[in-house]
């Protein structure tokens, strides 16, 4: 047969479609994805070292966590559930017992050592890396999904939340969760990961009072899904989304019995915390609207305000005005969707294929985050008390919204990266856009280093080794007889040092029944600790006529333990 005729032409090669070519296809895909996988490998190495070095000695040991460490021995001891969490901050409702159940297996593990719960601690915020990755990957390009994933890592925030047992830790990984999901199933159309971000937000919801926040963004994005959705999938929709509202609920049960068995009380105590004059804000409603948003997108990427400080002000407001000003930059320049090679030739394997779905995608992943980050900001700015407050740790109650602010700020950057001139732009416009890569790159630099500076280092006083220490030498003056613990000033919990106690297996008693009593003072709050302060408390204390001081040391700095025993010498 003549070649002509059979449109086969000898010269020219043709495609195969055999195992060589599908061999060559599995190596170009390597190869233009090798170094994104290795640069993500460096991040999530680094992260797992900010976080895993040094864990045990540098981790914060103190009344929180000797109080969440005494629920899970509780927990297991009994077999059962929990089913509240731990007492929140005003001493009358409790946050949810989700977070105990995440932490049971390690807590079983560990048999009373808490060093496996706090490397799980350790390993949900680490989690968080790849998951904002992916999120901003998907929305943006490589670009971005590094400088998320590596602003996640060496987040001063992230980093610091990931270093001591307490229940706000696991917001930022379960609002990472929900983020995933959510954009998952916005995406990709696919809403059988509606159920995916309805678990990440049940941890977020549980883990404190804030985390509620996020309810408000997931329920948007569900109803954008049904507005938007074809008609004939809107059913499979509300069946995935009532699926993902059943995920919430099954994590309320044990909640939702106990209200059942207590007439509400836990509901009554919250919307009265809520209404009530401790539960308004003590400042007007523009100065809310002027520092609450400020504080919301500096903190996981600045620290502001660094721990109840106001310094950085300056930083921080540089910062989210410049993150909010680039949003809105994306929102405008998204919104119509360009093929890219009429911005320029693309090095990015994850925008070569498919440039006009590349483009829709970040239109709308723009649009999600920034949607997202209005709801939450608006449901936290309005919806909690003292947000703006300056003067006290409150960095907790936000940063349910930290892996939002990270992919945004992961698109921005991938954004700056991805500029390319175009040949209609001028001499000007080509060497500004030239150096949108060099700006990404100093601004992330410039980051990271301020984020250097929050990475806790060396060994904290507060330890759970100093607490070890301490339960030792108060087991030593007590020579196995019971002991009792009480806290002067300021209520502070003596759970940092009952729950060594109680793991030694130490005979533990009520302070009317006690042959050992100890008492804690925190000198931080009274200059009289160490003498006078306990004595005239035991002065006035019936049940400890006749007793008087064996011991008295710092435990650490600020934490002077009394020891009083009766008629001793």
């Not at 495609?15 to 170094?35: C, E, M, Q, Y």
């Not at 460096?42 to 929180?64: H, K, M, P, T």
């Not at 405008?332 to 969707?337: D, F």
């Not at 533990?508 to 042959?515: L, M, N, Y």
Request: aromatic content about 8%.
């Amino acid at each position: 047969m003549d070649a002509s005729r059979s449109g086969h032409n000898p010269e020219m090669p043709q495609a195969s479609h055999g195992p060589n070519s599908r061999a060559t296809s599995i190596r170009v895909g390597i190869a233009g994805h090798l170094p994104e996988a290795l640069g993500l490998a460096f991040i999530v190495l680094v992260a797992a070292y900010l976080r895993l070095n040094n864990l045990q000695a540098g981790a914060d040991w103190d009344s929180d966590q000797g109080g969440l460490m005494l629920a899970l021995r509780d927990a297991l001891h009994s077999g059962s559930l929990p089913q509240l969490g731990m007492l929140a901050s005003p001493g009358t409702f409790h946050h949810g017992a989700l977070y105990l159940d995440l932490m049971l297996p390690a807590a079983w593990l560990g048999n009373g050592d808490p060093t496996p719960v706090l490397f799980e601690t350790a390993l949900t915020s680490l989690a968080v890396v790849p998951m904002v990755w992916w999120v901003a990957r998907s929305i943006a390009g490589t670009a971005a999904g590094l400088a998320a994933a590596l602003l996640a890592a060496t987040s001063g925030g992230l980093v610091f939340f990931s270093g001591f047992i307490w229940n706000p830790t696991v917001m930022e990984p379960g609002a990472a969760l929900a983020l995933l999901g959510a954009w998952q199933a916005w995406s990709g159309r696919k809403p059988a990961w509606l159920p995916v971000a309805a678990a990440g937000t049940a941890i977020s919801m549980q883990a404190d009072l804030a985390g509620i926040a996020l309810f408000v963004p997931m329920a948007c994005i569900l109803i954008a899904l049904l507005v938007r959705g074809p008609a004939g999938r809107r059913r499979h929709i509300a069946l995935w989304g009532a699926a993902a509202a059943a995920v919430i609920v099954v994590t309320y049960v044990p909640f939702i019995f106990y209200e059942l068995g207590h007439r509400f009380a836990e509901t009554h105590a919250i919307v009265a915390y809520l209404t009530g004059p401790t539960g308004q804000a003590s400042h007007s409603l523009a100065y809310r609207l002027a520092v609450g948003p400020v504080r919301i997108l500096a903190w996981p990427l600045t620290g502001w305000p660094l721990w109840g400080q106001t310094s950085g002000l300056v930083l921080a407001s540089a910062v989210s005005v410049a993150c909010a000003a680039g949003l809105v930059w994306r929102l405008v320049a998204t919104a119509r969707p360009r093929i890219v090679s009429e911005a320029g030739p693309t090095n990015d394997p994850a925008e070569a294929d498919d440039p006009l779905g590349a483009a829709a995608r970040e239109r709308d992943g723009t649009r999600l985050i920034v949607g997202s980050l209005a709801a939450l900001t608006a449901a936290l700015v309005f919806g909690l008390a003292n947000l703006a407050d300056l003067k006290e740790l409150t960095e907790q109650y936000h940063i349910v919204a930290d892996p939002f602010v990270i992919v945004a700020a992961g698109i921005l950057l991938g954004s700056l990266w991805r500029l390319r001139p175009s040949r209609a732009a001028g001499a000007l416009g080509r060497a500004a856009k030239a150096c949108g890569p060099l700006v990404c790159l100093a601004i992330l630099a410039g980051l990271v280093w301020q984020s250097a500076a929050q990475w806790p280092s060396g060994t904290t006083p507060f330890s759970w080794s100093a607490a070890q220490s301490a339960a030792s030498r108060l087991e030593g003056d007590a020579s196995g007889k019971t002991i009792a613990l009480v806290g002067l000033t300021g209520g502070r919990s003596t759970d940092t040092y009952l729950y060594p106690l109680v793991s030694d297996g130490a005979r533990v008693a009520a302070p009317d029944r006690t042959t050992v009593l100890v008492v804690l003072c925190d000198t931080s709050v009274s200059a009289s600790c160490g003498g006078s302060q306990e004595d005239a408390w035991l002065a006035t204390q019936t049940y400890a006529a006749g007793f008087v001081l064996v011991d008295r040391f710092e435990a650490a700095p600020g934490r002077m333990l009394s020891v009083y025993e009766p008629g001793a010498a």
